[in-house]
């Protein structure tokens, strides 16, 4: 099945005979197959790498690490042209058309082999619906408007030269597509003491399709349902931690290894009973380090067993084959320095286990860790400086790291930005949920330490709620394909590019100023269509922002 457009994008490919491929699909194990096959091709080195970058390195988050290409260098600069790799699709399409075709066969195929009942193929669809939207979503937030379709390619009678959709009427489709079918997918496929409870959190079900509906809802602007779809996730999560309270078998580590933040259930950075300076990093090793954690709802599964990878953590973020563990991508300065003695720019309190397990310093350099370590151990006692701090870690040897697209801290700061937007009456719920996260951070869970964020200090306004609210995002999912996104949701909101040049400009200590200059351009904001793609698609218009234009294509 991997043959169907493996030689290139559904928009451009002709399909193979359409004869060939029903006369495969006649059994449960063609489509589940098939199913399958979907997910791969999202882990593919070059999808998860593109949608990977796309979310993050245009962001204050990232600058050149050890031997950064040229092509990635250019980006960092903001000097991003239509021939830069980074801006070719087809990975993001060949995985969309995959989805296309399983949803199309799917039913015929239920309806002929009696060991695949309706009730598992809907299921299975919800998924492959699911997968598609997080993709064709990925490309709307990057390139604002794209080519769309919901049909796949089967036959040399289609049309392959499809206009560009625009990013609104992309989401409302996708809004549309996955309400119809979120209580199709599976609450959930093991109990989670089940040695494969991971597939609860690395394929789709409906807590995973909901937090893609809620991501949808907020950037649509429709706040109240993204708002109300986020309760029924963190409902969902309430409901299973009393059930591991409740099991025999789990009960320990809910207790021990678990708290209530102003009562949503979170992994602790460090375990029950155990004194307040003590080593930290449980949060990390759990969510990121092993993966498929509680908090987990949606991310890429990566196992020797099954011999898929992750090459983007080990090439970009934390090469064990580097001095210092650099990849291509380094932390800026101003993310990690002067972190130990409470100066630092983006974290709030030198306590913020978040800044440790992120960042290292190496020298006078920042390098990468999240994802690329299995466990870290952060001394918190008497914190005079940042290396005291890095008692112990274990870097990652092979590239098997997951990939999370959605966790529940995620959702928590979706809800408190949905309900800051509605107005000053909901300001102190939005404030709770991020002075959640944020006590996670510290491992705080009692109220005789003072809260380093304080409700009187954003509570008469939504400027200050809102900055609050995009900063602790920032920390909370620093190198996690999100920080871009955030700054172009901002700005789409908005109306101009102000606050995403100011969050921005730190990371350029070099030509500051014309940089400024260009991303005062909304439309920048977005990457340009790739020069390959204008030419086999004249139904395309570049981004005007970008200096390449259909009167160069003939050059």
Request: charged share 25%; proline share 3%; hydrophobic share 35%.
């Amino acid at each position: 099945m991997l043959s169907l457009s493996a030689c290139g994008d559904f928009l451009d490919i002709k399909p193979q005979n359409e004869i060939v491929l029903e006369d495969y699909w006649t059994e449960k194990a063609d489509a589940t197959s098939m199913l399958m096959s979907c997910y791969d091709a999202l882990g593919a080195e070059n999808c998860l790498r593109r949608i990977a970058l796309w979310g993050e390195v245009r962001s204050d988050n990232m600058k050149a690490g050890t031997n950064a290409p040229f092509w990635l260098q250019d980006i960092l600069k903001e000097n991003l042209q239509p021939t830069n790799e980074i801006c070719n699709w087809e990975d993001i399409y060949r995985t969309i058309n995959y989805c296309n075709t399983f949803i199309h066969y799917a039913p015929s195929v239920s309806a002929t082999d009696p060991n695949y009942k309706d009730s598992e193929m809907k299921a299975n669809v919800a998924e492959a619906k699911a997968i598609r939207a997080l993709c064709y979503f990925t490309l709307a937030k990057t390139f604002n408007a794209v080519p769309f379709t919901l049909e796949p390619s089967l036959s040399d009678d289609q049309e392959y030269i499809l206009p560009a959709t625009k990013f609104e009427d992309i989401v409302a489709a996708l809004i549309a597509d996955l309400e119809g079918c979120k209580d199709d997918a599976v609450r959930r496929f093991y109990l989670d003491d089940n040695a494969k409870s991971y597939e609860n959190s690395s394929r789709f079900t409906r807590v995973g399709i909901r937090a893609l509906l809620a991501d949808l809802y907020l950037w649509a602007g429709d706040y109240q349902k993204c708002s109300e779809t986020c309760d029924e996730i963190i409902s969902y999560k309430k409901s299973q931690y009393e059930e591991w309270l409740a099991d025999p078998d789990l009960r320990f580590r809910a207790n021990h290894e678990m708290a209530l933040f102003n009562e949503i259930p979170l992994i602790l950075e460090s375990p029950v009973g155990s004194s307040i300076d003590t080593y930290r990093g449980d949060a990390y090793e759990s969510i990121f380090g092993d993966g498929n954690s509680f908090e987990s709802l949606f991310e890429l599964y990566c196992n020797t067993q099954f011999g898929n990878s992750n090459k983007y953590v080990q090439d970009y973020y934390c090469n064990r084959n580097n001095s210092g563990y650099f990849g291509f991508l380094a932390a800026p300065d101003h993310l990690y320095e002067n972190i130990a003695i409470d100066k630092n720019v983006v974290f709030l309190s030198k306590k913020d286990c978040r800044a440790y397990e992120n960042i290292k310093a190496d020298g006078s350099r920042f390098a990468i860790r999240k994802y690329g370590r299995t466990s870290v151990s952060l001394n918190m006692k008497s914190i005079s400086n940042e290396s005291t701090v890095q008692a112990g870690e274990a870097i990652r040897s092979n590239d098997r790291s997951n990939w999370i697209f959605y966790r529940l801290t995620d959702v928590m700061l979706m809800k408190a930005e949905a309900e800051l937007l509605q107005g000053e009456a909901h300001f102190e719920t939005a404030f709770s949920l991020i002075n959640a996260v944020n006590k996670r951070a510290r491992n705080v869970t009692s109220t005789t330490e003072r809260d380093t964020l304080e409700y009187a200090d954003y509570a008469t306004s939504q400027n200050a709620m809102e900055q609050l609210l995009f900063d602790e995002r920032h920390r909370e999912l620093m190198f996690e394909g999100k920080r871009w996104f955030d700054l172009v949701r901002m700005a789409k909101r908005d109306g101009n590019t102000s606050r995403l040049v100011n969050e921005t400009m730190p990371k350029h200590t070099t030509n500051a100023a014309s940089i400024r200059i260009k991303l005062a351009d909304p439309n920048i904001v977005y990457y340009p269509y790739a020069r390959a793609e204008l030419k086999k698609n004249p139904k395309l218009v570049q981004n005007p922002a970008y200096k390449d234009d259909n009167a160069q294509l003939t050059n």
